[in-house]
């Protein structure tokens, strides 16, 4: 009811707040017996920790998870897996002169009209830090997944109206992480990457633009008729901060083309139903059909910039305000392994309800 | 956990399958002591309805509805309002050379994987003819919306290549309906018109792209972290039939811009603090600012088609198909209604919660 | 939220008022592909009916099912499959005079204080009307389970002072619709018959215990910590018309007793480990142990009498009142369906879960 | 899904095993601003502590609560309100020689063949330990509804075949909490004291029943037709640990009554409408009536005594076993405190979802 649980089968239920002491989750529904793989899940929250480089927030956060629970001698025991990681480099001050105002296209505003009340030390539970619950929970289903050989890969498409070209069964996925704006194309990466650096010169922010393949799925996963699994998947990527759009195969561009182009055929190849081409994106009827899942998720430019802006106080006086602190001059190429945490939740949920 | 239910305060589920005796569904947490208006009710199933031009599937439809349930003396009781459709024109028959291949682009072949046989009548409960109960169900919530002052327009953006250009609040609503495929702007509209003829004539299909906007929200509806009021609208959006995205606000052109164009300044007027832009779409941080809400849901062209195509039987031999039958050359003029309500439904839901 | 729903992989929503048109249900979670057996179903609903007896309410209801949806060529389909069960001899206008009277026992006040007015028309929600869509419920869930070889029983066990003495295990099961008030001891049901006669001729009712016996569940059912089998047992059995108390195993015995008297010793049979005794009555630690599970549920007298009683009016002011109508001198007998049916809903939902 | 949460609109979660680092657990949908009172809350926690007495278990648990968010400024921020409670008196090694056999009327054996192996620490999951996260957020459940004016008194009824006699209006609550096992009447009270002594020397446990009083609750709280209060309160005592039974108002002893007698007949004092008489129990129809409210809890011996019991291995094979460690003679005694938080806790919910 409060909106902090994801999943039916495989429950996430996240808690904290920026400038608490930790956060963290419970993830009720994982199976028994599962072996974890630790230095697999520091990796991953390596991805999604900042000050990785130059081109990303300068906030230092360790992020190193402690379970509660659910796991005993590196296996689950079936029981709710509960962790956290503690909050480290909170320095509220940094906070105290926003306490009066509403910065632009922040949650201030709308949290002081929900609650009557907010949290001054930061964003509290509207701050991308809690994204990192998500992550050590994506991490563990990416785990299980990987045993039904099922994998997640997501990249950063396009920064500002820099984009790569190419199709994604074309790129070489290890190029990903070699790039630190995680845009496996080399010379685009470049580009981007230049791009960032003027803005960060500039005190301004970019939008961007991440893509996901699924890979490894059988033809079956999804309900009909509103747990269709490429609406649980756009609720899960809408659900990430600073996200303003989600579509999956040709997706927008479906809405230019003519069915006559846009269907795909099916074939059969090595005893097994497909389809010749993809641009349904995996998914029919709500229901995943074996081929490559992609879709895609538009992330806003952060709203943190550090040109003055317009704003109002509480009283609705008029008020001028130049953010401070260490804030992403582009969300996305964080947002990469939030992304495939959130896909990962939500495929292993269907995994587990089908 | 079957995904027939959606909602959680306000909860509609549905049943029924488009060749079985009728569409249902139950309306459950509908405040008690409540008018029902019978004739905004029809009014709402007619703009759904097939056949009510040259332009949609010419399936006959009467989409008269039953009330089974919650409602005594035109009142709502507080207990779950239960109502079907009946389906009138269903001639199960023109589907029996379609028992044993699958249709591309149809759930024909992932329900069969799913369930492992399918109901060869028709689409069953991936059939388009589910939403009738998604138009009852949105008529009701807009009925309890409007007391509250919160209105919903929908309309069509782009049929194809086709697209109006005007701002949305510079539309004139009135002549969405004036419009047979529901463009408020006369001239685009014909363009769509004569796109769509075209279509019919090719034996071809279009994909769309539908707008809508929503009214008179307060600001502080919608919940952190993952019920947040955008992702819910999301998904209710993706769970309607033939959607390929989502987005909200400045949507996917967001990710081209900078933080500094994207960011709304906040202004005072008339004693309320609003923002002086609305590239946020009405939600920051998930929950609404007070400013009209707005999005746009891509559909895709219908995949039944009148031209030849290449598919598989149940044992993956290859076979031609072209289909029969009376099908919509573009689902998203008759999406508008299904947007409109699912859009109720969800805010309704939010409401009620909050 | 609104408590017309139960179960959580099963779930059973019901709706309709007892003076509408109908009772209906819609089941989700039904598995695809099992056969229907009507004549089955048609038995069951026999059992809750009235007037099977001159023992129960002679209110003639003819309850014949209706499918709406989710079964084809009487095989379900996986979607959902809702039921109504028109209501026939409703005559409002003997309800009447209690239009502004809150009768004594009944739900007439509580509800006009929830919902701020009432359905005049009979008890609405309240009536045991309503457990006509758990009967149709049950029996699926019955040949479901039947082919799990889970068996469910039910009995009179008490009724006012009059109770069978017999171990649950001793009794012949075939006695007990030989009995008018399903007591299968033939002597003890006698005496019940006489003393309920009693009763009908004094204008009163009586109270009883309704026994309930799952035999053929394997090791393993139920959930920690909330979802305990018997947990959820007792909530389906509380949230039947009447039910005032629910003991599993022992039970309130088992409170009088010592723990050297109450454990079970484990022992070893045809392979297979058993416990020497069922004090426990087949549940430990919130989870089946594969020995039967019993359950007792308690039911008041039914508040309907034909003696005059002191009541109110809306205002307050005293009154006096005299029931008319057709009603059960002792709930309990026509329960026994109903208790079955609950355990077959709750067990089968579990048994989806696990 | 799993079972670890319970409540709809105010959801408790809870964590931890008996023997892992600590038990926590997660309140999600407790409102926003609400002062906590610590000191209230500890008071609580030494109720349900081990080692309060020589007539309960002298395990050693500090029992101190951690809270790690939604909490700012000893304020409730409405966002999730998770905690934690370190284990500190763990000693696996005392469960070594338990690791091949099943103790009798533990769930041991169950919790083996659900998930295919067990923590052999301890009870895991299945531990009373986990009931420390209850009294934790039913401590705060109470501090919300004493706002409300809705206080929440339990006691201990009877041990054995030793019962105290009044009626709950008349007993001296204060005289509760002076009685080591929690039995107001103070004669009684010695009895039971020296039936456990008795018990402790035996090495052997006794049941007992809890009585649960609610006052100040107004009419209108429950839901029909399945979240009936009663239905609420009956599944949250069947979940507490060795919980055997549940009835309220005149419970069992209402099927022994006839309807002249066990009605309440309805009276007006103080410009409110009241019953005469509370045979009902505060609950008609599954709502409340402004009556309070009351129920019983029955509670069996607990399972671990210190004679010797005859029980099986892993492979069957019939073993000899005396348990030792530190264990409760009475379990009724250390219930109260958790019947009136699970009270809490479920009154709260509904107050809530009203």
């Excluded at 010749?276 to 009827?285: E, F, P, R, V, W």
């Amino acid at each position: 009811m409060s909106g902090n649980s994801i999943g039916k089968r495989l429950v996430l239920t996240t808690f904290g707040e920026s400038h608490g002491p930790c956060i963290g989750g419970v993830i009720d529904g994982y199976p028994a017996g599962i072996s974890i793989d630790y230095n697999h899940l520091q990796t991953e929250l390596s991805k999604r920790r900042p000050g990785q480089s130059h081109l990303v927030s300068q906030r230092e956060e360790e992020d190193k998870v402690e379970f509660l629970s659910g796991i005993y001698k590196n296996k689950t025991l079936g029981s709710p897996i509960a962790f956290i990681v503690k909050n480290k480099d909170t320095k509220p001050s940094e906070y105290d002169d926003l306490k009066d105002i509403y910065r632009p296209s922040h949650s201030d505003y709308t949290y002081d009209m929900k609650y009557g009340f907010r949290d001054e030390r930061g964003g509290g539970r509207a701050s991308a830090r809690e994204t990192v619950a998500r992550v050590v929970a994506g991490a563990l289903a990416k785990q299980f997944l990987l045993k039904q050989n099922i994998e997640i890969i997501a990249f950063v498409r396009s920064i500002g109206k820099i984009s790569a070209k190419q199709h994604f069964s074309e790129i070489d996925t290890k190029n990903i992480e070699k790039s630190p704006v995680r845009c496996p194309d080399p010379e685009v990466s470049e580009k981007m990457i230049n791009y960032i650096e003027k803005m960060i010169e500039e005190g301004d922010s970019t939008g961007g633009v991440v893509e996901c393949i699924i890979k490894g799925v059988d033809a079956g996963l999804g309900e009909p008729v509103f747990d269709k699994l490429h609406a649980d998947l756009g609720k899960a990527m809408l659900s990430i901060n600073a996200a303003k759009g989600f579509d999956y195969g040709r997706g927008f561009d479906a809405a230019k083309m003519t069915g006559s182009k846009h269907n795909d055929p099916f074939g059969y190849k090595n005893n097994k139903i497909i389809t010749l081409t993809n641009n349904s994106g995996g998914i029919q009827g709500g229901i995943s059909n074996s081929m490559d899942i992609f879709f895609r998720v538009a992330f806003k430019p952060a709203p943190t910039i550090k040109q003055e802006q317009t704003t109002v106080d509480k009283k609705g006086k008029i008020r001028k305000f130049t953010a401070q602190g260490r804030h992403d001059p582009c969300i996305a190429v964080r947002a990469v392994p939030i992304v495939e945490s959130m896909a990962a939740i939500i495929i292993m949920d269907h995994f587990l309800r089908s």
